[in-house]
């Protein structure tokens, strides 16, 4: 079965700071895993996947994430904050089989940007 | 395109009136889900279907049921509403498989937020 863990459920960061957002993930066949934020009041928008094609993965409005085999991560980055990023970010694991189809998703994290 | 649509954006229920939630998509997507949302625990599947005529159960269906007549629409039916089906209510589609194994993205509607009392 597969899961995901994100690490923090509140992060605040300043303007202009380094965003950094866990996520740990588990699964017995290699994961597809995705980032997703949703704004308040809104759905949930997808910033950006790994499938297996590069380990960097760079997505909407600056943000990037690293996928770590080893660690078995997918953090999602932004050298820089900015006030629009205030939102809940949620990280999100489908696997290479059957059900692929299916996502599974963390609880989410919730991004406070001080000015 | 409009994408993922639902209706109606809020719901105040009395605890036993019943309900459908509705979900329309317009990018062709055979797979479609319906979430809920509760504070503090993420997205949990209610229901799914992976094309008009099959639906299957999610993580958490119980108090809920689907139909999939047609591609573009999934309705939820809440069925002798209850305080603990107060939540955010999201539906989602996915495109078509492009490779064999691959990854599917889901498209999200704007989410239904009901409120049963």
């Known amino acids: 079965a597969q899961s995901v863990t994100q690490l923090g459920s509140h992060v605040s960061v300043s303007e202009g700071a380094l965003v950094l957002l866990r996520c740990n993930y588990s699964?017995?066949?290699?994961?597809?895993l995705f980032w997703y934020v949703q704004y308040p009041n809104q759905g949930l928008q997808l910033l950006l996947k790994y499938t297996s094609a590069a380990t960097l993965v760079k997505g909407i409005n600056g943000f990037e994430a690293e996928f770590k085999k080893s660690e078995t991560s997918f953090h999602l980055t932004k050298p820089s904050a900015h006030m629009s990023d205030a939102a809940e970010y949620f990280c999100a694991v489908s696997y290479s089989g059957g059900s692929n189809y299916k996502l599974t998703f963390g609880k989410g994290t919730l991004l406070t940007v001080n000015p | 395109n409009a994408g993922v649509t639902q209706t109606p954006k809020f719901r105040i229920l009395k605890i036993g009136q019943s309900m459908t939630l509705q979900c329309t998509q317009d990018m062709n997507h055979n797979y479609m889900y319906w979430y809920r949302q509760d504070p503090g625990m993420g997205l949990k599947l209610i229901y799914y279907s992976v094309g008009a005529g099959i639906t299957d159960k999610g993580e958490v269906p119980n108090g809920y049921n689907v139909s999939r007549s047609t591609t573009e629409d999934f309705p939820l039916r809440l069925e002798l509403a209850a305080p603990s089906q107060t939540s955010v209510y999201f539906c989602a589609s996915s495109y078509p498989e492009v490779r064999a194994g691959g990854p599917f993205e889901q498209f999200f509607g704007p989410g239904t937020r009901l409120t049963v009392l």
């Open positions: 699964s017995s066949v290699p994961p597809y």
